[in-house]
């Protein structure tokens, strides 16, 4: 902030070009915090919804297999089912009530030939398929990764199989469910999807059979991560993890974007669920309120700004009056001709004490005609201004009685208190002659308030003061001018004399409000 003159007898003025420099790196400086911020949440924020995406999704997806299981398990131990002699389309029939309202596809019985019986079609072989083979040589239930099935041969879905046996542990066949493929993308979409994750179930050879990204059915994940950058992995290290059924996560860059993903096995089975989080999903997500953080602080800092240069710019009005002060008092110093109404006594206290009185701290004459000025023309139109003529009634007797030391007491106290009503009530106070002050209170609410004002002011005016164990006794009178629309200091000084006046021939040590 730089302070420069315009020019010769001119106002000063404040430069706050550094100021808004300042300010305007202060709010650059905001924004890369704030940015940073959100990337350091959106950066956590992908572990978290990485790991919950993971957890509901393999937990939704083994119940729907562990609760297969155990339906077919229970089926295969009641007598109707692993008993040969019960007719196969007895079974059949039995479960097609089951399976609409189970939510499985279809729901099958095999017999210990392998084949395959449904109702109203004729009976098929299984023989070639391997989980079939797998059990009915290990006796072991069977959950296969997807694959087509059906009339035409299209249809994707996942076969849950259970062995039946007899009551001398001999396989006599098993039973077969099928979970739509459908079904398995849902949940992955439902519960990846709501925490803006992608999920994608891997087969028992590292195969994608299911996906809520853009992985295509069938391909190796292993050669879409291999055009991936690992961090703290690699590919092979990977698919050994899943082969080993291990649970893990790693951080990768993806077509330029960061990505967190968690992996898990899928209870009984031998699949595997990675569930990816992109740091751009997130973060774009958290912008809009980063942005708004980001311009609400601007705001704040822009609304200090200006109300930091209102309130200097008050403050350089009250240094544009004290400057007009001195170069006035310059010119009545270096006169070239000497007039005869120059007060000396002014000159000398304006040019050894400053700016105020030496004896009771108010503001001098010239200085309180200047700062009054410009504090009516700053002041709030809707409240009372109002200009108080105070006069001590005895200030010749107390200098008489108690000595000129008693009369500068009695002067003090008076400018003491004065001061106090000057800091309250947003005034001005200055001493316009000997015994006599001038007091502009600017921030009255009303005229009942500045009534009160007056008759506290008059009983704090008349007082005893004690000194060198005596009581100096001070009255004032008060003569009071309102302020109304068009009026100028010098005529409030005016009507607030005749009002002063008016109490001195009216018994004096009491207050009039002079009637515009």
Known sequence: MKRRKKEKGGKWEISFSSIMRYNAVFCVLVLLFVMLGGTIHSIRRMESNAEVALSGSQSQISQRVIGAVNLLEALAGS???YDPAVPPIDKVRKLDQLSPHLGYMLMCFVDADVIVYSDGEEPASLASRDYMQQLFSTGQTQVTDSFAAGADGMTLNYTVAVPLFDEQGT??????????FDEVVRILEASAGALDADATLIGSRGQVMSSSASLTYGDSVMDALRDDTLFGTTADQ?????????????????????????????DQTNWDILCTVRFETLFFQTLPSLLLVACLTALASIGLLLFLRRYIGKQM????????????????IYLDGRPDDVDFNEVLRLTSDGLSDSLTGVVTRSVFLNQAAAQLAKADPETVKALFFVDMDNLKYINDTCGHNGGDIALKSVGYILREYEKKYDGVVGRYGGDEFLLLLTGLDDEKELNAVLEGLVLRLQTDVPSGGQSIPVQCSIGVSVYRPGMGLEQMISAADEALYYVKQNGKGYYHIHQN
């Not at 009005?317 to 009545?332: A, H, P, R, W, Y």
Request: proline content about 2%.
């Open 171 to 180: 396989i006599t066949g098993c039973l077969f469910c099928a979970i739509y």
């Open 79 to 81: 007598p109707e089912f």
């Open 317 to 332: 009005m009250v240094v544009d009056t004290l400057v007009q002060s001195i170069e006035e008092l310059e010119k009545s």
């Open 238 to 266: 990977l698919e050994e993890a899943l082969l080993a059924a291990q649970t893990g996560s790693y951080w990768s860059i993806r077509d330029g974007s960061l990505c967190y993903t968690a992996y898990q096995r899928v």
